[in-house]
């Protein structure tokens, strides 16, 4: 072979090469976003959730379900201590779940999807199942960060080694314990726990939670309705052991709101003598009454269709799929801000009066009067004024009312615009509309 003929090879094969490199660089597109707090990392697919191993501190956004596989380990480090250090693998950014689904396969891991949380977690829907030697919680083995709107779905089944006492056995639907600054907030689990070495119970305090097995931080407005294990030593429908650092019962206020489904539990779930969470009938777990204080207009929805007819998260985006389609009456196609003398409003005008315009349609006969409302409420929820027009409005015709709003002492956080048949039933006759500051 010539100089000149090998010459020819080896830039043919360069290019060749390069070309090759080209095409596996652009196979995979980035996702989009920077990772902070107002450009996150758009999260569509199991490879671009794993950068959140690689930028443990970033900020990430779910635009899409997620599938974890079988050989999944958990986000950061298991350090095996209780109070451990904050290393550079542990999470410490922000996971925005969006409302989608994170899918995890049977895996032996004791935590789902964090060892440790040192961040806030957040709007995630998990469902998998968890089994393996001395298991666990289901979003984080601990918590010291913040998880809020989230919810898990699926099973902990923990196992025991004979001869093997590494401590007590600890399991959480959310977290195995919650620690120091942690805060679990607007949170359900309907996870069911389990374990099948009953031979070997005795020898071990099994602590079990239906939100977190050990809790020394804060936890509000959770509920729990998945199945606890007997004969559970040490078990309880929110938390099993609730106490401060020098082993004293955290008063009332460190776990608040918060309900269990005693007849799913089962009879060994332990409330602390009623300072950790309220036990209530699956029957009544099933009615808004039930949860004092919670936010049903924007945090909370309940419908009997959906979930099997508990409460959940508006942000769930697998629930819309289980409602059936409402055929109100009426539809509110816009609500807007007027001066007083007919001029358009973007913002409510702080030292004056004002008017709510309300443009809506009504779509089916009732022959009956019918009460359409406006509200306006303050930043804290508190209502400051309510007004309303009650009338027989004629079918497919669509009509536009205003409503005088005086000055207002107070600065307005809501305006909320909705139709009701009666005062007595209040029998919503369309989906609400609202104005948020």
Known sequence: MTTKLKSMLLILTAI???????????????????GTENDPYIITSYDEFLLIKDFPDGHFKLANDINLPAEWTPIGVDSGFLYPDVTESDFTGVLDGNGYTISMEKTENYAGLFWQNFGAIKNICLIGELDGYFVGGMITGKNFGTIENCVTKGSIVGRLRPNYYPGNPYMGGIAQYNLRDGVIKNCY???????????????????????????HAKIENCYYAGVLPPPAKNSGGIVAISSDTDGEYIEKHSISGCYYDYEIAGGKAWDGDGKFCTAKSTMAMKMKVTYKNWDFENIWAINEN???????????KSIAAEIPSQNYSYEIIDVSLKTTSG??????????AFIVNLDFIKNKERNEKDYIFTAVYDKDGALLNL?????????NNTYSLGFYVPKQEKEIGKIKAFIWHSFDDMKNLCESKELNW
Not at 16 to 34: C, D, K, R, T
Not at 193 to 214: F, K, Q, R, V
């Open 16 to 34: 060749i090469s390069l070309f090759s490199f080209n095409i596996i660089v652009h196979a995979s597109e980035l996702p989009s976003g920077s």
């Open 189 to 215: 689990s309907l996870v069911n726990m389990e374990w099948p070495n009953t031979s070997l119970t005795n020898e071990y305090t099994w602590i079990i939670g239906g939100i977190a097995g050990e809790n």
């Open 306 to 316: 959906a979930n099997n007819g508990y409460p959940y998260l508006r942000i769930e």
């Open 343 to 352: 001029e358009n409003l973007e913002q409510v005008p702080a030292n004056s």
């Open 387 to 395: 007004d309303y027009v009650y009338a027989d409005f004629v079918e």
